[in-house]
């Protein structure tokens, strides 16, 4: 495929995030109520104003009154294929209709963005390898699986709760930390990121009814970045006997705008080759994972710039989001519109390609030297986290846009430490 040429000129630049073969998904608003809103180069099309003004194909009942995608969501995969077709009709370049749709573009620079859906349920999986065998490596001195990992998709339920968008600032989370004789109670010391693709459920399955992977494929509507920010010292305490809790629920960060799988389909790949066979239910007939390049800078506060601390591609995960769908429904989980699941932090072989401080500094013995001379184990107040990533075509990329946070100090609680 090559780039589609819209009529809004920033669109057609070849390093442009938001072609017209993109078209991503977001909330937006500009002094007033949410609306919903498609990127196109450095534009957004109001698609809350399109409805109001007719120019979309009519649903039973308006779809993008209520400031976020799930009820669009809802329509099911026929809908998005028809609607993103109508934008890309009439966005492109010579389209007869520009003189209608001109008015709803307002300019991002203008507008705040909003979390792009309302997040029903957040499941977080653990499907990049060597992530999984860095972090064996780091916390219990070996690089062997867990015995279950080439089998399943593995993941935890997290907090639909506490998931916020680029540019909230994260409070620094307080809690228990192990030490000799008992846990102390303080700020974490070890807080980190993750980089992960958060993938979102766009129509739902029913109480007691597994999905196949392709069904689970066709119930995906979008992907955003995640980072699945980390407390690794209350982690450290707590993960066993039943896995993540408060080192993992205080805060995670998604990226504005939901990228339609359907701007991905062009950039499939096959997931690594099996070492162990998986069950023939996480069998998957299509290439399941997408090339995607993927990078996360830090900027301390202050600094003149961000430093790169890592540089990888969504290939390295050895599971799609179709088979943890599929497995996560698999017992009979329903899954619901607007259920959101994280890929699990995406690493690869070498060290500048690992996702999160844990890896890249090992636990923090090796802090990484910034170039003002500073040193980070783990983030540090007032440090600047973003994730950025695309996919490349020949001649566009299909940009993820950031996902950015910024760390504050902890809550004062005096007198809780005893
Ligand atoms: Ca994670």
Redesign the pocket.
Known sequence: MALLKSWVASANEAQAEFPLNNLPYGVFSRGGGRRCGVAIGDMIVDVTRAEEAGLLAPAAQPVFAGGAWNGFMALGPGAWMSFRARLQQALALGADERAAWEPLLVAQRDVALHLPFNITEFT???AGRHHAQNMGEILRRSRTLPANWLHMPAGYNGRASSVVVSGTPIRRPLGQVKQAGAPRFTPSEKLDF?L?LGAIVGTPSQLGHPVSVAQADAMIFGFVLLN?W?ARDMQAWEYQPLG?FQG?AFATSISPWIIPKAALEGFRVAPPSREAPLLPYLHEAKPGLFDIDLEVWIQPRGAAEPTTLCRTNATRLYYSAAQQLAHHSISGCPMRVGDLL?S??ISGPEHDEFGSLMELSRGGEKPITLPNGESRGFIEDGDSITLAGHAQGDGFRIGFGQCSGTILPAMDTPGWAR
Do not use: A, N, Q, R
Request: charged share 40%; proline share 8%.
């Open positions: 977080d999986f653990y993750e992960e699945d980390s993540p993992k994280g699990g932090t």
